[in-house]
């Protein structure tokens, strides 16, 4: 396998895992929170950001050495959509994640396991926001590799 193919599976690969790891937090916080499904959803949190640096990293090696380069997708307006909306994405996910480690100090626990289901909404709907960016985000992916949205200089 060459490098470049080999970038391309593991930029796959972290978008897919940090897929997953959105939807596991997005069904945990759904329903009634427990000591065990807040451990779960703090490890799913740190597996979505753990994919999300790999993601990074590989899709930068991708357009800076691997792929068609810099200048055509700077070109490329899906592409521009695209990082913008995983800098959205990475900036929403900071609320959630700050919640989800507050969980680990006892009190913060206790208190949201005899809180109300309404305590949760708001990371409720961040994560949802978060899932449907992604949505755009794979879109763009889609548009990008049929070379649609390309800015032609001439």
Do not use: N
Not at 53 to 61: K, P, R, S
């Amino acid at each position: 396998m060459t490098a470049a193919a080999t970038v391309a599976f593991i930029h796959h690969l972290a978008a897919f895992t940090l897929v997953a790891a959105l939807a596991v937090e997005a069904v945990l916080v759904s329903g009634a929170m427990t000591v065990r499904s807040t451990r779960v959803v703090q490890r799913a949190d740190m597996i979505l950001g753990a994919a999300a640096g790999v993601l990074l990293i590989a899709g930068l090696a991708r357009v800076f050495h691997f792929e068609k380069g810099w200048t055509y997708y700077a070109s490329s307006v899906p592409f521009i959509v695209k990082f913008s909306l995983f800098v959205v994405v990475a900036l929403l996910s900071v609320y959630p994640t700050v919640v989800f480690l507050s969980w680990r100090k006892p009190a913060k626990l206790a208190a949201l396991l005899a809180a109300a289901d309404d305590a949760l909404r708001p990371v409720r709907i961040v994560i949802y926001l978060e899932l449907v960016a992604v949505v755009i985000i794979v879109l763009c992916a889609a548009l990008m590799a049929k070379g649609i949205g390309v800015w032609v200089a001439g």
